[in-house]
T-cell receptor, first 115, second 116 residues
């Protein structure tokens, strides 16, 4: 079975500081991994995804994530936080189960940016 | 393209009432799904559909019913609302899920439901 654990339900950083949101996964098959962002009162939108190939994945708005199989991790980073990055972030793992895609989400991390 | 649309945006129900949450997409996506979002629990899959006429249960299906008569629409029915169903509900769709587990899912804006 697949599962995702996000370390820290709430992360607070200063504007301009490094953003690091942690995600660890468990999967019995090669995982496909996603980061989604949810701005207040909106639906989720895709930040980036890892399928196969290069382990460092670049996404929108300057975010990137690195797939580390040995650590079963897929942490999200951004070198310099901006006020507009304040949102909730969800890590998810996907796998084919009986021919259908199932997305399993972590519990989410709320990112606050301090001026 | 409007993408994935959901109605209503907000709804308040009394215990025992029934209602239908509407979801539509105009991207000709085969796969549609319903999630509920609760604080500290992320999103959990309620039901999903891999095409018109085909639906299946997700992680938390009890108390909910779905059908898919067209590619575009995937309504979620609450049969007899309970306070435990107070949540934010998201509909999502993607192009195809067969033998491809990395298609991006597109999410609607959500329906915030309160059951008193």
């Amino acid at each position: 079975a697949q599962s995702v654990t996000q370390l820290g339900s709430h992360v607070s950083v200063s504007e301009g500081a490094l953003v690091l949101l942690r995600c660890n996964y468990s999967s019995s098959v090669p995982p496909y991994l996603f980061w989604y962002v949810q701005y207040p009162n909106q639906g989720l939108q895709l930040l980036l995804k890892y399928t196969t190939g290069a382990t460092l994945v670049k996404g929108i708005n300057g975010f990137e994530a690195e797939f580390k199989k040995s650590e079963t991790s897929f942490h999200l980073t951004k070198p310099s936080a901006h006020m507009s990055d304040a949102a909730e972030y969800f890590c998810a793992v996907s796998a084919l189960i009986q021919g259908a895609q199932k997305l399993v989400f972590g519990q989410g991390t709320r990112l606050t940016i301090n001026p | 393209n409007a993408g994935v649309t959901q109605t209503p945006k907000f709804q308040v129900l009394k215990t025992g009432q029934s209602m239908t949450l509407q979801c539509a997409q105009d991207m000709n996506h085969e796969y549609m799904s319903w999630y509920r979002q609760d604080p500290g629990m992320g999103l959990r899959l309620i039901h999903y559909s891999v095409g018109a006429g085909i639906t299946d249960q997700g992680e938390v299906p009890n108390g909910y019913n779905v059908s898919r008569s067209t590619t575009e629409d995937f309504p979620l029915r609450l049969l007899s609302a309970a306070p435990s169903q107070t949540s934010v509900y998201f509909c999502a769709s993607s192009y195809s899920i067969y033998y491809s587990s990395y298609n991006e899912q597109f999410f609607g804006p959500g329906t915030r439901l309160t059951v008193l």
